[in-house]
């Protein structure tokens, strides 16, 4: 592979800045564009995790002062030797010592590209490599403690533990069928439904874990719904912390659609406050109105708000009746007033609902206790191994597919040649997974959503 460099620092003003250089030529090439100061070793003297402090350069004249870094292969990040120069962190100088480098012989790096030759040269696997991508935007402290386990390997060692399972039971199945004369034993059909099941199992457990996972990872969209002065907005203060919605006691205030970037436990949340839900002939709400129920069309999760001081009507029927096998927590709000509304009623049609309220923060607890359970986010250890994207989801599943056909086949009593096509297909799925197995276009697609530099 060619030498390779780039900036793997934000373009913006900073304190430091790096150019990283990767490839068989790197330290050659460093050597082009980098002058330690009267005293200080040449680079290609430098042993391995050394540093000389110098000044990079090019055809122009110096540009910066700088610490260069040696990495040598196979004891660096992409497994290759590697040069990194720390300088300030002005964009302008940044790129002109990357151009520096590119004309001393390196090629512009891809996106992603060195951990892509991590992982081609097996410092990573495939899914460590996605969580380095997640470790760099992970938005909460429970995002960036699920990315560093799947750096660290959790989720590839568990898959690893089901792939050495399923490739045992597959090379004992083979040699009991294709070698007859070397007396392999054969195995019951209880000993092979015992792997299958705690395959099949694990990977349930996954793929069960995957939403939640998404949204620690992720964030979700919330919807606040229900119909004018309920106290939506008054919710919407209450949880970003400030006040981000008007307030008044005059119904059908929010017109359109007010944004909030909160944090609700670790979980980040895009908050939407909505206009009051209602039947209505003014022209303008109409539009707020539209744009609610297109809200409530494509939002992860509701938060849906209603009056307890203020018996039902048709408007809060109508939005229990739509919110029906959806994601929601029932806040039945103002309850420091008399309460009027038929609470029973509201609660027999919702999994989660509480009494708080919004304007004395009466029941905050309760309600953020209530929204993690619905996002089924309140029991989940974030070190444990979790899945990260669709194409792992995907591998999972048609991993679990395959092992639940090979028990149906044992099931059914079919032949074990059956069984042992149904393992193939399950380890063709999860070695994909690993990356063990994964075709060039699954690699490019992996990588193509990483940023350059990294």
Known sequence: MSTVAAISTPLSASGLGVIRISGEDAVSIGEKCFRPFKGGKALSTLKGYSCAYGRVFDDDGD??????????????????????????????????????????????????????????NGKLTLTQAEAVMDIISAGSQGAGRAALALRDGALYKKIRKITEDLTSLQSHLAAWSDYPEEDVPELSDEAIGSVLKEADCVLKRLIATYDAGRIIREGAVIVIAGKPNVGKSTLMNLISGRDRSIVTSVAGTTRDVVE????????????????????????????????????????????????????????DRRLIDKLKNRPTVAVINKSDLEQKADVDFIKSNFEYCVTISAAKGDGEDEFREALGKLLKTADLDPSEPIMANERQLDCARRGEKAIAEGLDALCAGMTLDAVGICIETALDALYELTGEKASDAVIEQVFSRFCVGK
């Open 63 to 120: 540009i910066d002062e700088a610490v260069a870094t040696v990495f040598l292969a196979p004891k660096s990040y992409t497994g290759e030797n590697t040069v990194e120069f720390s300088c300030h962190g002005s964009p302008a100088l940044l790129k002109r010592v990357l151009r520096a480098a590119l004309s001393a012989g390196a090629s512009p790096a891809g996106p992603g590209e060195f951990t892509k030759r991590a992982f081609l």
């Open 260 to 315: 909030e970037s909160v944090l609700v436990g670790d979980i980040p949340i895009r908050l939407l406050d909505t206009a009051g839900i209602r039947e209505t002939d003014d022209i303008v709400e109409r539009i707020g109105v539209d744009m609610a129920q297109s809200a409530l069309d494509r939002c992860d999760a509701v938060i849906a708000v209603f009056d307890s001081s203020a018996p039902l009507d048709e408007d």
